[in-house]
């Protein structure tokens, strides 16, 4: 499968983004979707999950209520709703998917079999 991810700008603090990521060659139905992040100078990390099977959410506690993630299996497409934006939130952000669904893993960048290019947030203060 491939990804596309899209969406990213600038915004001010406290506002709020929805990144889209539009994936091609299978559907996304089948698959676990989660989205990463990569500051400047930081490794990749963990922001949030959703597992194919079951329908569980994983995500980091820095993001806990204000991002949420969700798909639309008919246009093959995940989001990544952003609200209440910290300058913290500023990266690159990855959209990924899994075959797996097990929920331990899914904060590993290594549980993903598939990944898009990264859009930049730049959230400013």
């Known amino acids: 499968v491939q990804l596309q991810a899209s969406g990213g700008g600038v915004v001010q603090a406290g506002g709020s983004l929805r990144l889209s990521c539009a994936a091609s060659g299978r559907t996304i139905s089948a698959y676990t979707i989660g989205w990463f992040r990569q500051a400047p100078g930081k490794e990749r990390e963990f922001v949030i999950a959703?597992?194919?099977?079951?329908?569980?959410?994983k995500l980091a506690d820095s993001v806990k209520g204000r991002f949420t993630i969700s798909r639309d299996n008919v246009k093959n497409t995940m989001y990544l709703q952003m609200n209440r934006l910290k300058p913290e939130d500023t990266a690159v952000y990855y959209c990924a998917a899994s075959y797996s669904s097990e929920v331990l893993f899914l904060s590993r960048p290594s549980s993903y079999d598939y990944w898009g290019q990264g859009t930049l947030v730049t959230v400013s203060s």
């Open positions: 959703h597992t194919w099977n079951g329908g569980n959410t």
